[in-house]
């Protein structure tokens, strides 16, 4: 009996199992697979993260538009002069007279004839073409 | 007995099991061996999803860039509505009244679409989201929202015939909106990406990202300011002569821009699908009138150009009437004899009819080819028309005296101004345009407007002499001395032409005109206004005049063109 005991153990270690190895693998396994969760995890956190900051960059985007639409209404001549007449301003331009030039006024013609010569502007000019 | 059953309960599962592997195998061979392909893109559909991003189209600026926005993209909502979730759950009544409450719509319409057992119902298209506040709050069960774009205008009425209007498929459908709609409209991105069962995204499949390209922004040479004041006072000519419609564009002489271009009736842009047809005509450019005596710059140009006569050249008026080819030409007031400086300063007909004949039909008409006439300007807008010049040939013996005089000839309101332009700037006809650059989204500018100067028309010193005579208009004894502007000299010419009829001319209705540019010594800008068929006074310098006097008057001001000086031409 104590001889086949022993037998059954030498049996146990001449067997091809090796639990380290074993262990690393299924280690690296989890590893690898902790390793992918979290990546995936990560993902869809700054997959939500990134829509997220989207929607709210679009509603500031539509809050900026709307309130410079706004501001170009409120300060449209017309919107002015409405404004003015509210509170009984009346605004005139200053007559002739009462204007004073401080120098003497600038040369603001620019010579027609000087664009007439200048063919290469007018040549791209015509290259432009607006419409469809 | 026992053993019986549960060898039959076994035998049972293990054929169903097999019975189910066989089926699965079954199928999987055919997935596999029949077109698989097709069954595979079948999939790849199923759980891939694409979405348009849309793509902001551009805005539109006046001259001072980005202070003054005239046209822009606002997001907005098509608002829907899903009939069955609604009426199943008895909330037709409630969600009609909120809708109709929120979004100003007629509540009997809105009971008959939601009433139903339909899946989708149309409730309001194109709703800014600024209007969007209370029906989000209200969270109404059965109501959904998709994503759009409108084109808002803020200035609503101002400028509307220039800028013109986007359609619902956003395309560009009048004005600049329509001449620059390539520019404009920018290309829309997409989002692709892999979604699971619960149609959520999978971010680490990938997918495909297209970025949009935004619409290129447009700057005009059109000044808001400037246009205010035109079309404030051509809403007072409106007001006090109920003409049928009145027009006016401001220009620079030099370069050609134009600074202001109105046309009334005029509509609100925002809401251009209540408009008509008629008000949405851009007049300036888009009507022909006969332009009577403006037109006699033409001649009066071309005869000094070509040495014909002189400022002192005198001629017979005939006491205010002339029978000439069979037919009666008449002054409105009679004189003796004239010299050429007074008979454009009096606005002689018979005057100029002479002068037209000393400088003969071949030449005359060369000249206003010259000037432009019977052909487009060629403006960067659309609708613009060439106005009417017959050939030369098909003339009638008394066409060269009546053409002269501004009948029997039809142009637009452009083309009279570019010839005023032709005398102010020195000779050239210059070609004018609305739109000065066009700046991508990414700040790289596609396009850059340079004055085009087509062609020299007269020498400097015939048009320094014909600065010198439209001065006179507006002098004390002139038909214009109501164009005046307190401490400038402006030269211009008056223009009061009976409307033809059919088989000959109206005595009662008249297209009145006043045509100039200051300041006479140096010019800079020049401006037209014409009113069609005016009530209570018909004179181009009783109409038109003073509309001209005040856009004149304030725009000079406003944009600090000094007086030249006091010493004269």
Same mark, same amino acid.
């Given at each position: 009996?104590?001889?086949?005991?022993? %037998?059954?153990?030498?049996?146990?270690?001449?067997?091809?199992?090796?639990?380290?190895?074993?262990?690393?693998?299924?280690?690296?396994?989890?590893?690898?697979?902790?390793?992918?969760?979290?990546?995936?995890?990560?993902?869809?956190?700054?997959?939500?993260?990134?829509?997220?900051?989207?929607?709210?960059?679009?509603?500031?985007?539509?809050?900026?538009?709307?309130?410079?639409?706004?501001?170009?209404?409120?300060?449209?001549?017309?919107?002015?002069?409405?404004?003015?007449?509210?509170?009984?301003?009346?605004?005139?331009?200053?007559?002739?007279?009462?204007?004073?030039?401080?120098?003497?006024?600038?040369?603001?013609?620019?010579?027609?004839?000087?664009?007439?010569?200048?063919?290469?502007?007018?040549?791209?000019?015509?290259?432009?073409?607006? %419409?469809? | 007995?026992?053993?019986?059953?549960?060898?039959?309960?076994?035998?049972?599962?293990?054929?169903?099991?097999?019975?189910?592997?066989?089926?699965?195998?079954?199928?999987?061979?055919?997935?596999?061996?029949?077109?698989?392909?097709?069954?595979?893109?079948?999939?790849?559909? =199923?759980?891939?999803?694409?979405?348009?991003?849309?793509?902001? &189209?551009?805005?539109?600026?006046?001259?001072?860039?980005?202070?003054?926005?005239?046209?822009?993209?606002?997001?907005?909502?098509?608002?829907?509505?899903?009939?069955?979730?609604?009426?199943? =759950?008895?909330?037709?009544?409630?969600?009609?009244?909120?809708?109709?409450?929120?979004?100003?719509?007629?509540?009997?319409?809105?009971?008959?679409?939601?009433?139903?057992?339909?899946?989708?119902?149309?409730?309001?298209?194109?709703?800014?989201?600024?209007?969007?506040?209370?029906?989000? =709050?209200?969270?109404?069960?059965?109501?959904?929202?998709?994503?759009?774009?409108?084109?808002?205008?803020? !200035?609503?009425?101002?400028?509307?015939?220039?800028?013109?209007?986007?359609?619902?498929?956003?395309?560009?459908?009048?004005?600049?909106?329509?001449?620059?709609?390539?520019?404009?409209?920018?290309?829309?991105?997409?989002?692709?990406?892999?979604?699971?069962?619960?149609?959520?995204?999978?971010?680490?499949?990938?997918?495909?990202?297209?970025?949009?390209?935004?619409?290129?922004?447009?700057?005009?040479?059109?000044?808001?300011?400037? !246009?205010?004041?035109?079309?404030?006072?051509?809403?007072?000519?409106?007001?006090?002569?109920?003409?049928?419609?009145?027009?006016?564009?401001?220009?620079?002489?030099?370069?050609?821009?134009?600074?202001?271009?109105? +046309?009334?009736?005029?509509?609100?842009?925002? =809401?251009?699908?209540?408009?008509?047809?008629?008000?949405?005509?851009?007049?300036?450019?888009?009507?022909?009138?006969?332009?009577?005596?403006?037109?006699?710059? *033409?001649?009066?140009?071309?005869?000094?150009?070509?040495?014909?006569?002189?400022?002192?050249?005198?001629?017979?008026?005939?006491?205010?009437?002339?029978?000439?080819?069979?037919?009666?030409?008449?002054?409105?007031?009679?004189?003796?004899?004239?010299?050429?400086?007074?008979?454009?300063?009096?606005?002689?007909?018979?005057?100029?009819?002479?002068?037209?004949?000393?400088?003969?039909?071949?030449?005359?008409?060369?000249?206003?080819?010259?000037?432009?006439?019977?052909?487009?300007?060629?403006?960067?807008?659309?609708?613009?028309?060439?106005?009417?010049?017959?050939?030369?040939?098909?003339?009638?013996?008394?066409?060269?005296?009546?053409?002269?005089?501004?009948?029997?000839?039809?142009?637009?309101?452009?083309?009279?101004?570019?010839?005023?332009?032709?005398?102010?700037?020195?000779?050239?006809?210059?070609?004018?345009?609305?739109?000065?650059?066009?700046?991508? +989204?990414?700040?790289?500018?596609?396009?850059?407007?340079?004055?085009?100067?087509?062609?020299?028309?007269?020498?400097?010193?015939?048009?320094?002499?014909?600065?010198?005579?439209?001065?006179?208009?507006?002098?004390?004894?002139?038909?214009?001395? &109501?164009?005046? *502007?307190?401490?400038?000299?402006?030269?211009?010419?008056?223009?009061?032409?009976?409307?033809?009829? &059919?088989?000959?001319?109206?005595?009662?209705?008249?297209?009145?005109?006043?045509?100039?540019?200051?300041?006479?010594?140096?010019?800079?800008?020049?401006?037209?206004?014409?009113?069609?068929?005016?009530?209570?006074?018909?004179?181009?310098?009783?109409?038109?005049?003073?509309?001209? +006097?005040?856009?004149?008057?304030?725009?000079?001001?406003?944009?600090?063109?000094?007086?030249?000086?006091?010493?004269?031409?």
């Amino acid at each position: 009996m104590i001889r086949k005991r022993k %037998n059954r153990r030498k049996k146990k270690l001449n067997s091809n199992f090796r639990p380290a190895p074993f262990a690393a693998v299924v280690v690296v396994i989890t590893i690898i697979a902790s390793v992918y969760s979290y990546l995936q995890y990560s993902c869809q956190q700054l997959g939500n993260e990134i829509k997220a900051l989207e929607r709210q960059k679009n509603i500031l985007k539509t809050r900026y538009m709307n309130e410079e639409c706004r501001w170009m209404e409120d300060k449209s001549p017309e919107n002015i002069k409405k404004a003015l007449n509210r509170y009984n301003i009346v605004m005139q331009w200053p007559s002739a007279r009462q204007v004073v030039r401080l120098r003497t006024p600038v040369v603001r013609n620019q010579s027609i004839a000087s664009l007439d010569s200048d063919t290469t502007r007018r040549r791209r000019l015509a290259g432009a073409v607006m %419409n469809d | 007995m026992i053993d019986k059953s549960i060898t039959g309960r076994f035998l049972f599962i293990t054929v169903s099991l097999i019975l189910i592997f066989i089926g699965l195998g079954v199928r999987l061979a055919f997935l596999h061996i029949g077109d698989h392909q097709e069954v595979l893109r079948r999939m790849k559909r =199923k759980y891939y999803r694409e979405r348009k991003i849309i793509a902001r &189209r551009g805005s539109i600026y006046d001259r001072n860039g980005h202070q003054n926005v005239l046209a822009l993209t606002l997001s907005a909502k098509h608002v829907k509505a899903d009939p069955k979730v609604i009426s199943d =759950k008895g909330l037709v009544r409630e969600v009609a009244e909120t809708l109709s409450h929120e979004l100003d719509l007629p509540i009997d319409r809105l009971m008959v679409g939601l009433n139903s057992q339909k899946r989708y119902f149309s409730v309001k298209r194109f709703v800014p989201d600024t209007e969007l506040d209370g029906l989000y =709050k209200a969270k109404l069960t059965g109501i959904y929202f998709d994503d759009a774009v409108i084109r808002y205008y803020p !200035q609503h009425e101002l400028m509307c015939h220039v800028l013109g209007f986007v359609n619902n498929n956003g395309v560009g459908s009048a004005g600049v909106e329509q001449q620059a709609n390539r520019f404009l409209r920018g290309c829309a991105g997409v989002v692709g990406s892999r979604i699971n069962a619960r149609r959520k995204e999978i971010y680490w499949e990938g997918g495909r990202y297209i970025a949009p390209i935004n619409g290129a922004d447009v700057t005009l040479t059109l000044d808001q300011n400037v !246009q205010f004041i035109v079309e404030r006072a051509l809403d007072k000519v409106m007001e006090k002569h109920t003409p049928l419609g009145a027009w006016a564009i401001v220009e620079k002489v030099n370069t050609g821009e134009i600074l202001a271009m109105a +046309s009334r009736p005029g509509y609100d842009l925002n =809401k251009f699908r209540k408009s008509t047809e008629n008000s949405r005509l851009n007049r300036a450019i888009g009507v022909v009138y006969e332009p009577g005596s403006t037109f006699k710059v *033409v001649a009066f140009s071309a005869a000094l150009n070509e040495g014909i006569v002189s400022e002192r050249t005198v001629i017979d008026c005939e006491n205010g009437s002339w029978f000439y080819m069979g037919r009666i030409l008449r002054d409105s007031h009679g004189h003796d004899k004239l010299t050429v400086a007074d008979g454009l300063k009096k606005s002689s007909n018979i005057l100029t009819a002479k002068v037209a004949l000393m400088l003969g039909r071949k030449r005359y008409y060369r000249y206003l080819k010259l000037f432009g006439m019977g052909n487009r300007m060629g403006i960067d807008l659309p609708g613009e028309e060439g106005g009417i010049l017959h050939d030369e040939k098909r003339w009638s013996g008394i066409s060269l005296s009546r053409i002269a005089i501004g009948q029997g000839v039809a142009v637009t309101a452009l083309q009279m101004i570019s010839a005023y332009c032709v005398v102010a700037n020195g000779g050239y006809l210059v070609r004018p345009y609305v739109v000065s650059k066009i700046v991508s +989204s990414d700040g790289e500018e596609l396009y850059r407007r340079v004055p085009d100067p087509i062609r020299r028309v007269i020498s400097e010193r015939t048009a320094l002499r014909m600065r010198k005579l439209l001065l006179r208009v507006t002098e004390e004894g002139g038909t214009g001395t &109501r164009a005046r *502007v307190e401490g400038y000299k402006v030269a211009g010419k008056t223009g009061t032409a009976q409307k033809a009829i &059919r088989g000959g001319y109206s005595n009662k209705d008249f297209v009145s005109s006043f045509v100039g540019f200051l300041p006479a010594e140096k010019p800079e800008i020049a401006i037209i206004v014409v009113v069609d068929t005016p009530h209570n006074g018909h004179y181009g310098g009783t109409v038109a005049g003073p509309a001209f +006097s005040e856009i004149a008057e304030q725009t000079v001001r406003y944009m600090n063109i000094p007086p030249v000086s006091e010493v004269g031409l």
